[in-house]
Nanobody
Framework: QVQLVESGGGLVQPGGSLRLSCAVS????????MGWYRQAPEKQREMVAS???????NYKDSVKGRFTISRDNAKNMVFLQMISLKPEDTAVYYC?????????WGKGTLVTVSS
């Protein structure tokens, strides 16, 4: 059974930065593309970034130039570096497969961007 554990969220002022981490266990991580999602209050979950098994990233337009996704196959982890954060980035962030039937969702990590 795949387990996803997200961490690194917190309260940050507009313009600030955070680095999110996702630890993946119970899967063949090296063979899995990965995605970062977020769900803001009263909104549907959306994918903001994905990365192929070879490390090629893709981003939602609203985060391009501000978010960077990366992975460490040796540690079975995927990361999301976020800079120039905006209040509209406030959400619970999750990692999971970027397409197909998702693994069981983790608890996510809350990012709050507020002054």
């Amino acid at each position: 059974q795949v387990q996803l554990v997200e961490s690194g969220g917190g309260l940050v002022q507009p313009g600030g930065s955070l680095r999110l981490s996702c630890a993946v266990s119970g899967s063949d991580f090296r063979s899995s593309p990965m995605g970062w999602y977020r769900q803001a209050p009263e909104k549907q979950r959306e994918m903001v970034a994905s990365i192929t098994t070879g490390g090629k990233p893709n981003y939602k337009d609203s985060v391009k130039g501000r978010f960077t996704i990366s992975r460490d196959n040796a540690k079975n982890m995927v990361f999301l570096q976020m800079i120039s954060l905006k209040p509209e980035d406030t959400a619970v962030y999750y990692c999971n497969l970027p397409f197909g039937r998702p693994w069981e969702w983790g608890k996510g990590t809350l990012v709050t961007v507020s002054s």
